[in-house]
């Protein structure tokens, strides 16, 4: 079971912009596909974006399509979420998660999951 762990999260300010870092502990992150995930107070965990295990293929909710972007530096061991023109509805739980095969958007198909770090965005 690879043990993954979130990190970037804080507090700032409607327009600015926040890098979350998501690393295996104990494992590669090359052998994985990842995604990016949120949770809301109330509402359910919806996907954000996806990358490919090479990195060549991402995915991305079209909600945060153009504002988030996704990468993957093998180097580092460790995929990101960049965010950018942040808004108070981002505010949420963000979750990274990993599975082996296929890439895709739904979150009943990632087997591993990590703790979460929290964003939030004033206005």
């Known amino acids: 079971q690879v043990q993954l762990v979130e990190s970037g999260g804080g507090s700032v300010q409607a327009g600015g912009s926040l890098r979350l870092s998501c690393a295996p502990s104990g494992d590669t992150v090359s052998r994985y596909i990842v995604g990016w995930f949120r949770q809301a107070p109330g509402k359910d965990r919806e996907f954000l974006a996806s990358i490919s295990r090479d990195g060549e293929s991402t995915y991305y909710q079209e909600s945060v399509q153009g504002r988030f972007t996704i990468s993957r530096d093998s180097a580092k061991n460790t995929v990101y979420l960049q965010m950018n023109d942040l808004k108070s509805e981002d505010t949420a739980v963000y979750y990274c998660?990993?599975?082996?095969?296929?890439?895709?958007?739904?979150?009943?198909?990632?087997?591993?999951w990590g703790q979460g770090t929290q964003v939030t965005v004033s206005s």
């Open positions: 998660a990993a599975k082996s095969f296929g890439l895709t958007v739904f979150i009943q198909d990632y087997e591993h």
